[in-house]
């Protein structure tokens, strides 16, 4: 069965990097350009397995913008440059609730699934969204929006714990909680099967 699992994803092996393209960026501002570089990408999948095609091309622009108006107040100490921008993009997705909906429904009313390409058990953050289960798709529209940036700032980004409290600016202990919570219900509406399967319990990266 198809479960969610937290992606191994790049470590922010380049922090130093990103923050000092940052840094410059405050006196020469095309040098921000190495950071959609970056980084579109992977912001862009996040935002297509969140709200779907149409409304990801509005949170991923508006996420850039945001960090580029931002960038001033970058703080390093509090996370790598991907973890922030994470953050920005989760917080506009929750201005986009309603296309987010509308793609977990989509989802949900899918037939059979079709295999990923040689991996039938490929995470979500490497996969095109039309690939969640239905079941599990109808699950996650259950959660509370919280519970579910959580879950999914996990299993599609692959940040640790304390990666997505600096994400959301919540506390450590939040980010625990919220997790055991949409476990729990993900648990229940999928038979008692954990749909985490590779996130352990004590993960804390």
Do not use: C
Not at 79 to 105: C, M, S
Not at 150 to 167: D, P, S
Request: hydrophobic fraction near 40%; proline fraction near 4%; charge should be neutral.
């Amino acid at each position: 069965m198809t479960a969610l699992a937290r992606p191994s994803g790049p470590e922010p092996l380049h922090r130093a990097a990103d923050s000092a393209v940052i840094h410059r960026s405050l006196a020469d501002p095309e040098r921000f350009a190495e950071i959609f570089d970056t980084y579109f990408d992977e912001i862009h999948r996040y935002a297509v397995s969140r709200v779907g095609l149409a409304a990801a091309e509005d949170v991923v622009s508006e996420t850039f913008l945001a960090a580029f108006r931002k960038r001033a107040r970058y703080d390093p100490e509090r996370g790598a440059v991907r973890t922030w921008l994470y953050g920005i993009a989760t917080n506009l997705v929750g201005k986009h609730r309603r296309a987010e909906g509308q793609t977990l429904r989509a989802l949900g009313r899918q037939g059979v699934e079709r295999p990923a390409e040689g991996h039938e058990d490929r995470v979500l953050g490497q996969v095109s969204a039309a690939q969640v289960r239905p079941e599990l798709a109808r699950a996650i529209g259950r959660l509370s929006d919280g519970e579910r940036d959580v879950l999914l700032l996990m299993a599609l980004a692959g940040l640790r714990h304390e990666e997505i409290a600096a994400a959301l600016e919540i506390p450590y202990g939040t980010v625990g909680s919220r997790l055991y919570r949409a476990r729990q219900k993900l648990r229940e509406v999928l038979g008692g099967t954990d749909p985490m399967l590779d996130v352990k319990e004590d993960d804390r990266g």
